[in-house]
């Protein structure tokens, strides 16, 4: 299996509250990524990273910031928790080190299934 | 816009029989990556089988295999010789721009014996 933690595993919390999603990798890869999955829709892209600091938007990146301080590590944020945010988030990572490595595969981690209340 | 459909909500197969999830795809894209990932009921995303946009030969990974027909855009599933252990969810992808990534809706599979 792929070195990817996500913490924490579960979460309930209030609408308004703030929320971080931590995924660790022990891959070293350059590539990270945060989708959140709802039925009906698949997977849907939030925001991904390139490397540390570089991050960039995804398809549905609307109430969320991330943050890459560290190549081991990407944080999703939810600075103002809705209740239209409720889902299972998924991290994943992928191997390559510049362009033309799209055809490497993302490896996911385990899922947060978020509650907002 | 890229745009990935499985127009498959559910399908049936019985054990030890041959199946084919559909999967088609927009993009105008010329450089494009396509993936099958299954998705069991214990929830995490396992990766089955990648095709990339200037493959001339279909994809195989043991019993599955990608039926790839570029002019029709379409890039669906073979899985062959069914076990039990296929029901799930599974998702077709399609990456693009080194690092965009569309899924499917998604079909769920159920194996029966």
């Known amino acids: 299996d792929a070195g990817i933690t996500q913490s924490p595993r579960h979460k309930v919390t209030e609408t308004g509250t703030p929320v971080t999603l931590r995924c660790h990798q022990t891959e070293n890869h350059r590539y990270m990524y945060w989708y959140r999955q709802d039925p009906g829709h698949g997977l849907r892209l939030i925001h991904y990273s390139y490397g540390v600091k570089d991050t960039d938007k995804g398809e549905v990146s609307d109430g969320y910031s991330v943050s890459r301080s560290k190549t081991e590590d990407f944080l999703l944020t939810l600075e103002s928790a809705t209740s239209s945010q409720t889902s299972v988030y998924f991290c994943?990572?992928?191997?390559?080190?510049?362009?033309?490595?799209?055809?490497?595969?993302?490896?996911f981690g385990d899922g947060t299934r978020l509650s907002i209340l | 816009a890229q745009k990935i459909t499985q127009t498959q909500p559910g399908m049936f197969v019985q054990e030890k029989e041959a199946v084919t999830l559909d999967c088609t795809y927009d993009?105008?894209?010329?450089?494009?990556?396509l993936f099958w990932y299954k998705q069991p009921s214990s929830g995490e995303m396992i990766f089955l089988i990648y095709?990339?946009?200037?493959?001339?030969q279909n994809a195989t990974e043991g019993r599955y295999s990608l039926n790839f027909q570029k002019a029709r855009k379409s890039a669906n599933l073979v899985i062959s010789a069914s076990q039990l252990g296929d029901s799930a969810m599974y998702f077709c992808?399609?990456?693009?721009?080194?690092?965009?990534?569309?899924f499917g809706a998604g079909t769920r599979l159920t194996v029966k014996p």
């Open positions: 992808a399609m990456a693009y721009n080194n690092n965009d990534m569309r």
């Open positions: 994943a990572i992928r191997a390559g080190t510049g362009t033309g490595d799209a055809n490497q595969p993302q490896h």
């Open positions: 095709q990339g946009s200037y493959d001339e």
């Open positions: 993009t105008s894209d010329q450089s494009y990556g």
